[in-house]
């Protein structure tokens, strides 16, 4: 059973740089999937944040696109967000999800249970 | 980029039948796909591609499309089917939009 665990801190100031991390166990990232990051403004609706897949391409949101990095770590089985100056506008609910197909980056079919993280000072 | 419209909110009355829908020009071209979310929790496939649900869903869930929309129907709603539902569907730049979400309440 492919399971997928969000982590990272749940404070960030602003201008400063968010970190997560996804574990993923039950699957070999390396071996097949897009990874993706999708987030949730409390009380409000998806944001698709990017793909990976297995071997490295990347899809990312145009509108976030200057500020995401997404990276796989086949070593420790975990894929990466990095979101660059930060605002109050990032507070959301960041969820990683793998996807159904492995030639498909947009249909999500596992999904971690999120991690909240607020921007403040 | 595409953007996808829905109604904010639907009711239906338990064992009737409820039809969400998704608007959007990159469903002239794309399939949508749909996710349903219960408080607290994370998203969940309910349908995808061509009317394809996932192990486990229910087959009172099913999908259909016509011009820019798609719509998702549930046949015989029960009470845990009370959720948001998002659809989604990438556009021709490789953008994936989410819907704004309905949020169903069963009476």
């Known amino acids: 059973q492919v399971q997928l665990q969000e982590s990272g801190p749940g404070l960030v100031k602003p201008s400063e740089t968010l970190s997560l991390t996804c574990a993923v166990s039950?699957?070999?990232?390396?071996?097949?999937?897009?990874w993706g990051w999708i987030r949730q403004t409390p009380g409000k609706g998806l944001k698709w944040i990017g793909s990976?897949?297995?071997?490295?391409?990347?899809y990312y949101n145009p509108s976030l696109k200057s500020r995401v990095t997404m990276s796989i770590d086949t070593s420790r089985n975990h894929i990466s967000l990095k979101l660059n100056s930060v605002t109050a506008a990032d507070t959301a609910m960041y969820y990683c999800?793998?996807?159904?197909?492995?030639?498909?980056?947009?249909?999500?079919?596992?999904w971690g249970p999120g991690t909240l993280v607020t921007v403040s000072s | 980029s595409s953007e996808l419209t829905q109604d904010p909110a639907v009711s239906v009355a338990l064992g009737q039948t409820v039809r969400i829908t998704c608007q959007g020009d990159?469903?002239?071209?794309?399939?949508a796909s749909w996710y349903l979310q219960k408080p607290g929790q994370a998203p969940v496939l309910v349908i995808h591609?061509?009317?394809n649900r996932p192990s486990g869903i229910p087959d009172r869930f099913s999908a259909s499309f016509s011009g820019n929309t798609a719509s998702l129907t549930i046949a015989g709603a029960q009470a845990e089917d009370e959720a948001d539902y998002y659809c989604?569907?990438?556009?021709?730049?490789?953008?994936?939009?989410f819907g704004g979400g309905t949020k169903l309440t069963v009476l």
């Open positions: 591609a061509n009317n």
């Open positions: 990976m897949s297995h071997s490295g391409g990347t």
């Open positions: 990159s469903l002239r071209t794309y399939y």
């Open positions: 039950g699957y070999s990232i390396s071996s097949d999937f897009y």
């Open positions: 989604s569907s990438r556009d021709s730049s490789g953008y994936l939009p």
């Open positions: 999800a793998r996807t159904l197909y492995g030639d498909n980056p947009f249909v999500f079919d596992y």
